[in-house]
């Protein structure tokens, strides 16, 4: 048997690991790549105003709204899913949205139970203390968490502080 040299030995091990890396990050289940093959993107929602609201048969506030620019991103069109956030927390583990839009701040009780966004927004909660807001992903989805985390991090947070006050504002 023919012995490698540590040069070889080198690109050898060089090509075996490159060999193995095909995309990463990667998801456990595959959610970013089902998302770019049917292209849709399984959205849960809970209203809380006004980062979520219900009207007619579609989601609108400020979640929805970067949500779908994400989606429009990845070539990808919206199913809305309303429910409590309970419900839909229930719905990611079993993999039945991708993601869940319910003004969570980064230190929600579901923590634990999910995949939460970096945060993309600092916004006064209901005592005016600022607070980290995030977006929730399946836990295991890797890939689909650094797609949603990569164009959350290319938002500017005074557009977005401005558009939540739009928002917040009672409609004429």
């Known amino acids: 048997m023919k012995r490698l040299t540590g040069r070889s030995a080198t690109i050898f091990a060089a090509v075996l690991l490159i060999a193995g890396c095909d995309r990463l990050p990667r998801d456990s289940a595959g959610a970013l790549k089902k998302i770019e093959s049917e292209r849709q993107v399984r959205v849960g929602v809970a209203e809380h105003e006004p980062w979520v609201r219900w009207e007619g048969d579609r989601a609108t ?16 069109r919206i199913v809305w899913r309303r429910d409590s956030v309970a ?85 004429p």
């Not at 779908?68 to 991103?73: P, R």
């Open 61 to 76: 506030g400020l979640e929805p709204e970067l949500i779908e620019q994400w989606a429009q991103t990845l070539g990808a």
């Open 87 to 171: 419900e839909l927390v229930k719905a990611l583990h079993r993999r039945e949205i991708d993601v869940l839009a319910a003004g969570l701040e980064e230190t929600t009780p579901y923590a634990p139970e999910v995949a939460a966004s970096q945060p993309y927004l600092e916004a006064p909660d209901r005592e005016g203390k600022k607070t980290p807001r995030v977006i929730a992903a399946t836990q295991g989805e890797s890939a689909l968490l650094f797609s949603l985390d990569r164009f959350l991090g290319q938002q500017d947070e005074a557009k977005l502080s401005q558009r939540l006050h739009e928002l917040s504002q009672p409609a």
